[in-house]
């Protein structure tokens, strides 16, 4: 299993785990990839997102001791010395809420980093089409289909969306 050898690679310092410990981790975290998305990278993502499970479960080695293992990998962002305090600094301001926990490991960040490589989120660019999108009789299309599902939606002020019964998003032609 490949995942296994990246492991090896990568989490040096999860020597002390067994082969089968770390296939049980890779089974676990399988259901969480996708195998389509990641196509060639899959099982780079797979021990990245191991990795990163295992360190926040306490696996591997902590240079603070029995600080906490949150703290690991990251620059010590604050120190007080009256009130014995310590903090981290973890810039999360790109990461969503949802992705937040894989921003605490150097493994989550990897991973994070992979997912952005191969799963491009949508949006829009503002692009018209061919014709440059404008005059009375040539409203602007922005094109959010293929032809045969959609081909576009007219963009004007008293225009609308409509989801029809059979789930095809359509345009509300009703004209004033």
Not at 83 to 91: D, E, K
Not at 129 to 158: E, F, M, Q, T, Y
Request: glycine share 14%.
């Amino acid at each position: 299993m490949k995942a296994i050898q990246y492991i090896r690679l990568i989490g040096k310092e999860f020597i002390s785990l067994t082969d089968a410990e770390l296939h049980l981790w890779v089974e676990m975290v399988r259901p969480m990839v996708s195998r389509k998305q990641f196509g060639k990278l899959y099982e780079q993502a797979i021990a990245y997102l191991v990795c990163h499970k295992l360190k926040m479960a306490g696996y591997g080695e902590n240079p603070l001791g029995d600080m906490g293992a949150i703290g690991i990998g990251f620059a010590v962002g604050s120190v007080s010395e009256g009130g014995s305090s310590i903090s981290f600094g973890a810039n999360q301001s790109s990461n969503l809420a949802t992705d937040a926990e894989l921003g605490l490991t150097a493994y989550g960040v990897q991973f994070l980093q992979l997912r952005r490589m191969v799963i491009v989120p949508i949006h829009c660019s503002g692009e018209l089409d061919s014709s440059g999108g404008k005059g009375k009789n040539n409203p602007c299309i922005v094109p959010v289909a293929s032809d045969a599902v959609l081909g576009g939606i007219k963009v004007r002020p008293g225009s609308g969306l409509k989801l029809g019964p059979d789930g095809t998003l359509s345009v509300d032609r009703e004209e004033p």
